[in-house]
């Protein structure tokens, strides 16, 4: 019996992944999941309330976990000394963004569905609630170096958001190419490079 469950549960996220990637969560039929994996309708409300219910349980725990990744490297941060936070800024960012990518590379089914087939759930900004947050954060770093009479440039709001939010939309989409691992890391070294050049010139202070 316990066998007979499992098994159930197995198909319905195996077809669900797929019809959810290919027609987004909107498109996707929850009688067209039921009868692609063979299973009943109330077997189905066995293990899930909803589509929506079950979208949650594809990807929260990985949407969740990114999140982790950042406020747990964020805190890590924050308790440095100004001294240590200006020479280890770009270390900190790149261990965040180098573990945010490993996870969402060996996670591509379900992160694919919360970048691109989440319209409709509570993950359809996911993007912007981690560029809000890395926007905040940069906007607590910037006051702090004020209040300690470093200069640094004032990045107009908008351009700061187009700017964060396309290092993350970069690394997803980065995360999600089908493509060797080497070649990835490759890329991912040559994003940071990248962006780190830029928040250079508008840092405008020395962190040697």
């Not at 969560?25 to 994996?37: D, H, N, P, Y």
């Not at 997803?172 to 490079?193: E, G, N, V, W």
Request: negative net charge.
């Amino acid at each position: 019996m316990q066998n007979e469950q499992s098994t159930t549960l197995t198909k319905i996220i195996e077809v669900s992944l797929n019809e959810f990637s290919l027609k987004g969560f909107r498109g996707t039929s929850l009688r067209e999941i039921v009868k692609k994996a063979g299973v009943t309708t109330g077997a189905f409300y066995g293990y899930f309330k909803s589509k929506e219910d079950l979208f949650d349980f594809l990807v929260k725990e990985h949407a969740d976990y990114i999140k982790g990744i950042y406020d747990q490297v964020y805190s890590d941060f924050s308790k440095l000394s100004l001294e240590n936070q200006i020479k280890q800024m770009e270390d900190y960012s790149s261990i965040g963004l180098e573990k945010m990518f490993s996870y969402a590379r060996n996670h591509k089914k379900e992160f694919n569905l919360i970048l691109n087939c989440a319209e409709g759930t509570s993950f359809q900004n996911f993007l912007n609630e981690v560029t809000q947050k890395e926007i905040e954060a940069t906007e607590k770093f910037y006051d702090i170096l004020k209040s300690q009479g470093i200069k640094c440039e004032n990045l107009d709001p908008l351009m700061e958001e187009i700017i964060i939010k396309g290092t993350f939309s970069s690394l997803f989409t980065l995360c999600l190419l089908d493509i060797p691992y080497d070649q990835a890391q490759k890329s991912l070294d040559q994003m940071f490079r990248f962006y780190r050049g830029g928040w250079d010139s508008l840092m405008h202070f020395s962190k040697n």
